[in-house]
């Protein structure tokens, strides 16, 4: 197991509504990455942060914000929830300019109805 | 971007043969490409991963190989076992999975049949 952690386990919220994801990377290293597991699918990455600064972003809309804390944890942040935002949410943390391998955490579930 | 397909999305061997599992990418670029095992309800767990500048790498019964020119990857798992049933997804990366993420393939259900 990687020393990657996330809260809360699994989420249930309603159509319009927020959501906060926190991860906590493994000790050691300095990058956070989201992506968002769709059932049946291949995560699919959303943003990196990077020094507290997004470093790089998929395909996802501005609704999907971030936030990289002193300590390298993460938060993933969620507006307006639509249904199709259910989904598994991993982080994966990594060491910027060294190895650079992502180790995931088990992730969040979150369904929106 | 890049754009990962993987193939075959199930497949079914018997207990002790050899499992392959194929990925093409796009994107010339990419230089970085990591396969992962999740198990049902669990994390994605990176198995092996090969860089650009090799053709291959082995560890015990798994083995990866890469061909720059077609631009394909392969995962080759021998002696397979009960444990080694999981859904497996390959990836590609423009760096060491940095600012361009990973891009995955839609993932293949490996079920070792006893």
């Known amino acids: 197991e990687t020393g990657v952690t996330q809260s809360p386990t699994h989420l249930i919220k309603t159509r319009g509504q927020q959501v906060t994801l926190r991860c906590s990377s493994q000790?050691?290293?300095?990058?956070v990455s989201w992506y968002q597991q769709a059932l049946g699918q291949g995560p699919q990455f959303i943003f990196q942060?990077?020094?507290?600064?997004?470093?790089g972003r998929g395909n996802f809309p501005p609704r999907f914000s971030g936030l990289q804390f002193p300590n390298y944890s993460s938060e993933l942040n969620v507006n307006a929830l639509e249904l199709d935002d259910s989904a598994l949410y991993l982080c994966?943390?990594?060491?910027?300019?060294?190895?650079?391998?992502?180790?995931f955490g088990p992730g969040t579930r979150l369904l929106v109805l | 971007g890049e754009n990962v397909e993987q193939h075959p999305s199930t497949l079914s061997v018997q207990e002790g043969d050899s499992a392959v599992i194929k990925c093409t990418y796009s994107?010339?670029?990419?230089?970085?490409f990591p396969w992962y095992k999740q198990e049902l309800g669990k994390r994605p767990q990176l198995i092996i991963d090969?860089?650009?500048?090799?053709g291959e790498k082995k560890d015990q019964r798994i083995a990866v190989t890469l061909n720059k020119t077609a631009k394909h990857f392969s995962l080759h798992i021998t002696e397979t076992q009960p444990e080694d049933s999981a859904v497996y997804f390959c990836?590609?990366?423009?760096?060491?999975?940095?600012?361009?993420?990973?891009?995955f393939g839609k993932g293949t259900h490996l079920i070792i049949q006893p």
């Open positions: 090969i860089r650009s500048n090799v």
């Open positions: 994107d010339s670029a990419s230089n970085y």
């Open positions: 942060y990077y020094r507290e600064e997004e470093n």
């Open positions: 994966a943390s990594s060491s910027a300019g060294l190895e650079e391998t992502q180790y």
């Open positions: 000790s050691g290293h300095n990058t």
């Open positions: 990836a590609a990366t423009t760096s060491g999975g940095g600012a361009d993420g990973l891009t």
